[in-house]
């Protein structure tokens, strides 16, 4: 049973370019949460999507976007980069019927590098 | 903004010695999970208590959790150098609800 999976592994841009970033969530999982997390900080929530929405958004800005497909994988799109959005891009699958745990399970991490 | 915040930072023990974690919260809670990181990879899930439990264990792991304190614990028993790792604790507010997590803890274990 393949766990959530993430691509690419690591990635360097420079600033003003866009970023697409994947997400292939934990098999029975319907949910995609996307995490951005600095060096040195926790996970920050970016957003949320299920049924293909976005349900819920953290407070990041617009330039920051995603979808979600019918096979429940997702991307994370940033556009305009800056030197600040150098960081770790983790997804977290969960399943909408085990909402009331709400176990998220993350993948390995997108480590994005903005020069 | 963080909800959570463990203490201490940072932690350093002996092989066989047990490590307790802390992690403070603010608001009211749907559930309390922690989690694991290993140099700057993808977290671990470890353990989820929910609102209405106090204590849960699972192998090595205890964790309990003070709701009018608004706090909670990870005991790790018997450390191995394995567990030298980043420990984060992450609060939700609702089934299917956003995590928040705090900095994180930073657990060297000395072998």
């Known amino acids: 049973d393949a766990g959530v999976t993430q691509s690419p592994t690591h990635l360097i841009k420079t600033r003003g370019q866009q970023v697409t970033l994947r997400c292939s969530p934990k098999s029975g999982h319907d949910t995609v949460s996307w995490y951005q997390q600095a060096l040195g900080q926790g996970p920050q929530f970016i957003f949320q999507y299920y049924e293909e929405e976005e349900r819920q958004r953290g407070n990041f800005p617009d330039r920051f976007s995603g979808h979600q497909f019918p096979n429940y994988s997702s991307e994370l799109n940033v556009n305009a980069l800056l030197l600040g959005d150098s960081a770790l891009y983790l997804c977290?699958?969960?399943?909408?019927?085990?909402?009331?745990?709400?176990?998220?399970?993350f993948g390995p991490g997108t480590r994005l590098t903005v020069l | 903004s963080q909800q959570g915040e463990e203490d201490p930072q940072a932690l350093s023990i002996q092989e066989g010695e047990n490590a307790t974690m802390n992690c403070s919260y603010k608001?009211?809670?749907?559930?309390l999970q922690w989690y694991r990181q290993n140099s700057g990879r993808g977290l671990v899930h470890l353990i989820l208590?929910?609102?209405?439990?106090r204590e849960k264990h699972s192998g090595r792991l205890r964790v309990t959790l003070d709701t009018s304190k608004k706090s909670s614990s990870l005991l790790i028993t018997a450390s191995r150098a394995a567990d030298t790792a980043s420990y984060f604790c992450a609060t939700d507010v609702g089934a299917n609800s956003k995590l928040t997590f705090g900095k994180g803890i930073t657990l060297s274990v000395r072998p």
């Open positions: 208590i929910r609102s209405n439990e």
């Open positions: 977290a699958s969960s399943s909408i019927q085990g909402a009331s745990y709400n176990e998220q399970f």
């Open positions: 608001t009211s809670i749907n559930n």
